[in-house]
């Protein structure tokens, strides 16, 4: 079954930089395009980041453009986030989600993992 | 604001019918396929319908989806209280190269 497990979540002062990391499993990594989407605690969704399953095209929000950095290692079926500069409003829950087409929809979704941004 | 928009909260009684909505443009809902999430209170959002109107395998035909122009409608039949969650409509924007989802809506199984 297709499972995605996100790491790397916890407090870091405003500033400061984390890495999250998406372990696929249950599909063919390679061949599938990841998204990252995050969620303020009581609030809405928000998609931060897509990219496709060879690395060709990555796309950022606005919000996090010039600031976040998605990448992946098909030979360790692993997704990553590089969150730099980070702000208090980017304090949320990080989902990684398999593209279900080509960015069509998210079809499998990860537990997330919290990113606290906080002096 | 989101760049879908959806009605904050609706509610009909158990074993009733409900529709949420999600507006959005052509750039988006105009010119891609629309998908809907259900998510239940402390769990990740769970695919419920994609590419406007299928369902994925286990989505029990109560729900349905539907778009016309650069609206979207999601229908839920034969209300249960387990529908109680939140629903988000989401698509891409072709424009702004970007992920969108709607602010999401709060339905209540009165």
């Known amino acids: 079954q297709v499972q995605l497990v996100e790491s790397g979540g916890g407090v870091v002062q405003p500033g400061g930089s984390l890495r999250l990391s998406c372990a696929a499993s249950g599909f063919t990594f390679s061949t599938q395009g990841i998204h990252w989407v995050r969620q303020t605690p009581g609030k809405g969704l928000e998609w931060v980041s897509f990219?496709?399953?060879?690395?060709?095209?990555?796309y950022y929000s606005d919000s996090v453009k010039g600031r976040f950095t998605i990448s992946r290692d098909n030979s360790k079926n692993t997704l990553y986030l590089q969150m730099n500069s980070l702000r208090a409003e980017d304090t949320a829950v990080y989902y990684c989600a398999k593209d279900g087409g080509v960015v069509t929809h998210f079809d499998y979704w990860g537990q997330g993992t919290l990113v606290t941004v906080s002096s | 604001q989101s760049v879908l928009t959806q009605p904050p909260s609706v509610s009909a009684a158990s074993g009733q019918k409900v529709t949420i909505s999600c507006s959005g443009s052509s750039s988006n809902i105009g010119s891609n396929y629309v998908s809907w999430y259900q998510q239940l209170p402390g769990t990740a959002p769970k695919l419920l319908i994609y590419?406007?109107?299928k369902r994925p395998s286990g989505i029990p035909d109560r729900f349905s989806g539907s778009k016309s122009g650069t609206s979207a409608t999601l229908g839920i039949t034969g209300l249960q209280t387990g529908d109680e969650a939140d629903y988000y409509c989401g698509t891409w924007d072709s424009s702004l190269s970007a992920g969108k989802f709607g602010g999401g809506t709060k339905l209540t199984v009165l």
């Open positions: 990219m496709r399953y060879d690395g060709s095209n990555k």
């Open positions: 590419d406007n109107n």
